[in-house]
């Protein structure tokens, strides 16, 4: 259903859904314009459920995002008002342009699924799922996710320009209106709760865990990588392969799965070593493939 809002894309498609089960967000480093608002529209049109989208700026406070207490004066208390970040998807658009303490705010709240402000705890709504877009081609006036928050992101993936017949097709289904306004919801709120129950129930037998852990710990002795993947980090891909298991129809996890997920879960965890942030995650992309490569498969 997602798919014929982002046509050409089935990859990216695949990904976002696999964090959606998976109960992670998903951060997509691409140019403008290349289908990531339509990618996170099609999803929330698809679950008929509430979605918005929020456009970062280096004016942006963290209450722009949370909200805030606003007093009434003619009850004489103080009423809360929700911020966007209380929705079902939320597509944070440029995350690297609003400052450190903004994003730290906004990670914090998707980390621990509930916003504390003046005392009270507020709880997101369920399910919560977070699309955050930055471009990786532009670095004036922004600031640069740290690697703890970069953490907290299950995949980061790009879309990538479509190829000349499928943009043409896109043109063409573009003629009369948005695609993504014509999808009818394909699953309730409901039976997208009972898939991210099942992915959990999904068996990974040992010798995944231990061909897992050898690819985690190869990126820790790396001698191009300053930073390897932490425990956090393992924990994250073990999750994402149990998801795309259950996608492919499977109630257990095989290697292609753990080789399938590795770059896109692991690669913007990882530092090398004497790059700046310009080709950073090109020379990690790499390194991770030569680990894939070298760690022998369980049969």
């Known amino acids: 259903n997602v798919s ?17 089960l998976a109960e992670g967000h998903i951060l997509i480093e691409d140019a403008p314009g290349v289908g990531k608002t339509s990618l996170a529209k099609a999803l929330a049109k698809s679950l008929n459920c509430d979605f918005k989208r929020l456009q970062c700026t280096p004016d942006m406070l963290p209450s722009d995002i949370l909200g805030s207490s606003i007093y009434l004066p003619n009850r004489g208390e103080f009423e809360f008002r929700h911020g966007p970040i209380f929705s079902h998807i939320l597509l944070i658009d440029e995350i690297n342009r609003t400052t450190p303490r903004t994003q730290s705010a906004l990670l914090e709240a998707m980390n621990e699924l509930q916003v504390s402000i003046e005392g009270h705890t507020y709880a ?28 907290r992101f299950m995949l980061c993936i790009d879309i990538g320009y479509p190829e000349l017949a499928v943009e043409k097709q896109i043109l063409t289904s573009h003629r009369t209106g948005e695609p993504v306004d014509a999808l009818q919801p394909a699953m309730t709120l409901e039976h997208l709760a009972e898939l991210q129950q099942a992915v959990r129930d999904v ?35 073990y999750r994402a392969a149990q998801s795309y298991a259950l996608l492919e129809q499977r109630a257990f996890v095989v290697p292609d799965d753990i080789k399938r997920l590795a770059v896109p879960v692991l690669a913007h965890r990882a530092i090398s070593k004497g790059l700046v942030r310009e080709g950073q995650r090109d020379r990690v992309k790499s390194v991770i493939r030569q680990i894939l490569e070298k760690t022998p498969v369980p049969k």
Request: proline content about 8%; hydrophobic content about 45%.
């Open 4 to 20: 014929k809002a982002l046509l050409g894309k089935p990859e990216p498609v695949h990904l976002a859904i696999v964090a959606l």
């Open 124 to 151: 997101l709504k369920r399910p919560f799922f977070v699309l955050a877009t930055q471009n990786p081609f532009e670095f004036e006036g922004t600031f640069a996710l740290p690697e703890n928050q970069l953490d």
């Open 203 to 237: 068996r990974v037998d040992d010798s995944i865990n231990e061909y897992l852990l050898k690819i985690v710990h190869a990126t820790r002795t790396h001698p191009e990588l300053s930073l390897g993947i932490s425990t956090r980090g393992a924990l994250t891909l």
